[in-house]
């Protein structure tokens, strides 16, 4: 389905206030193009003809004011409707739209940038509003008054309303000549807004960087280029612009004019068909009022285009591939994972796991180490169904995972990652996520049980205190505890620990080690570790590298082996005695 048909759609759903709008919009038209035929009557019928008698003459230029007045009234009440009609629309398309974007799985987001995102759902449904408000009315406007006007003209005299309608195919000429250059331009100013914005964005969640590292005028300068080149886009569409304005209109208008003398001077030479004065003033009148609309027409293809551009933005979101978000509640699962020959790629072929298998039974802690890039992040994701695997099975207590819906499964695990990321609003909407089933007692009960209460006691609000996006007033020990305090009360079967301890200083990391303790009691725990010493009690540890399994076994099995493991570990216990060894002599 075209954008065209999209958008008409949208409006269906509002069509009330809309068609109410375009109703009083075409009276309007009608009491406006009546004050022609009154003024060339009073001409006519009483000036030219020397019937001054002041009554009537008084009545009917009191009627010309009522309909002056009724014009401006049905106006007003036209745009009102129309602007209630097109936030409605835009409303719903911004809903749908953020809607839509909830149900997108996760690798759409690993190859868009937020900012982007962002646009699409702000400045391109704005632009798309401007299409019901200002586009839709003054097409609408110049429809109905071009049609009153050539129905005035016809009635005034057939043969130059005829030579009129001229106009009507060059318009439209014009408008198809219009958008086959229009079109490229608007979608490459609309792709570089989104960039803009992407940047933007980008710049201020990495200012620490940037400035650290004297980015500063880098930065800039990649600004720069990309603003300058969203510039000269605009630039070109200006000419276009102009080129397709009051220029085209004006043109048209003086040869419709010259028309107009030649014709009627040559008609003043045979006395019978001579024009009334009445009738020439009257014809001009409308002459002008039909380039008025033609004027609003030509203006808006600009508008027009932008509109359409951003519309088929917002609607290549939509018609992406999504996943209605699941009411089933499932029961709560004991937690009993498998994983029966599993492969996975990001890319096609290109598997960053290979043939893996291994379980968890209910209750175990099961811990995944091994280098960067080792796999041990994808085993999370798969395991979220945050993507599904290439090849294999991964069963919960004997049911592949791939025929639950991926809400009902995610009810029932819970994640604290290495980055906890906290959102705008108070400590307790933090833990509970506005869940109203998670009481505050319960927001409580779970930060204290996780020791976080030994590190946030000291703000003045407690568990309201404010949050600010990403939580950046906070230590990364506090926004860690109110994620364990988090995951702790929605009350997972399946817990992932994500690299929990890796950015934080020792005193809080045993705040945080019994928080883990805490947190793991009586469910199936996966944790993804670079500090060895803190999975020294896992049930079983499984080594990892490019995507295979090496090893694994418990803490003391695995040391004995003098494998991978024995290695990683010694290395970062010399490590580790170094880093004590030069606290000592500072």
Not at 12 to 36: D, H, N
Not at 174 to 202: G, P, Q, S
Not at 413 to 418: A, T
Request: charged share 20%.
């Amino acid at each position: 389905m075209n954008t065209g048909k999209q958008l008409f759609q949208y409006a269906m759903y509002f069509k009330k206030p809309i068609f109410l709008g375009l109703f009083f919009l075409s009276i309007a038209v009608l009491t406006e193009l009546a004050g022609p035929f009154i003024a060339k009557y009073i001409i006519d019928e009483h000036m030219v003809a020397g019937d001054l008698h002041i009554e009537p003459i008084a009545w009917l230029l009191s009627l010309y004011f009522v309909l002056a007045l009724a014009t401006a009234l049905l106006r007003y009440f036209m745009y009102i409707y129309l602007q209630m009609g097109a936030n409605r629309i835009i409303q719903k398309l911004r809903k749908d739209v953020f809607g839509h974007i909830q149900k997108l799985p996760i690798q759409y987001f690993d190859h868009l940038p937020a900012g982007k995102v962002v646009a699409r759902v702000t400045n391109d449904t704005e632009a798309i509003r401007n299409l019901y408000v200002q586009v839709l009315s003054n097409f609408a406007t110049s429809a109905i008054s071009i049609v009153g006007v050539y129905a005035a003209l016809f009635i005034l005299n057939w043969k130059m309303a005829a030579i009129a309608l001229v106009m009507i195919p060059i318009v439209y000429l014009w408008m198809i000549l219009y958008r086959k250059y229009a079109a490229e331009y608007n979608d490459i100013i609309r792709t570089k807004i989104a960039d803009l914005n992407a940047m933007i964005n980008e710049s201020i969640q990495g200012m620490t960087i940037i400035q650290a590292f004297r980015r500063e005028k880098q930065m800039t300068k990649e600004f720069d280029e990309m603003n300058e080149s969203h510039y000269e886009n605009q630039r070109k569409l200006l000419f276009l612009d102009s080129a397709t304005s009051f220029n085209l209109v004006n043109t048209i208008r003086l040869i419709m004019f010259m028309i107009f003398i030649i014709y009627f001077g040559t008609q003043s030479f045979t006395a019978g068909e001579v024009a009334s004065a009445g009738t020439l003033y009257a014809f001009v009148d409308y002459l002008t009022r039909l380039f008025n609309p033609i004027t609003n027409v030509v203006n808006q293809f600009s508008q027009l285009e932008r509109s359409l551009v951003a519309g088929n933005r917002v609607f290549e979101v939509l018609q992406l591939t999504g996943e209605n978000v699941s009411e089933k509640n499932i029961p709560r699962y004991d937690g009993h994972v498998v994983f029966e020959h599993v492969s996975f790629a990001y890319k096609a072929d290109n598997y960053v796991l290979k043939d893996l298998s291994f379980e968890a039974k209910k209750g175990e802690t099961i811990a995944l180490v091994g280098h960067t890039g080792s796999g041990k992040s994808s085993i999370m994701n798969l395991l979220f169904r945050f993507y599904d695997p290439s090849k294999g099975k991964i069963m919960i207590d004997g049911i592949d995972i791939t025929t639950m819906p991926r809400q009902s499964i995610r009810k029932h695990m819970g994640i604290v990652l290495q980055d906890p990321y906290l959102f705008t609003g108070t400590i307790a909407s933090n833990v509970n996520l506005n869940d109203p089933a998670i009481s505050r007692e319960k927001v409580e009960s779970s930060l204290k049980a996780v020791g976080a209460d030994r590190v946030l006691g000291h703000l003045e609000k407690g568990i309201d205190e404010p949050v600010i996006e990403k939580g950046s007033t906070l230590s990364s020990g506090q926004r860690q505890l109110i994620s364990f305090a988090r995951a702790l009360a929605f009350d997972p079967a399946i817990l992932i620990l994500d690299e929990a301890t890796s950015n934080i200083d020792t005193e809080t990391e045993e705040i945080i080690q019994h928080a883990m303790d805490v947190l793991k009691q009586g469910r199936t725990t996966f944790i993804i570790a670079h500090r060895l010493s803190t999975i020294k009690n896992a049930d079983r540890i499984i080594v990892l590298e490019k995507g295979v399994i090496k090893e694994q076994g418990t803490h003391d099995e695995l040391l004995e082996s003098g494998g991978i493991y024995q290695q990683m570990y010694e290395m970062q216990a010399k490590s580790l005695y170094k880093e004590s060894a030069l606290g000592i002599r500072s």
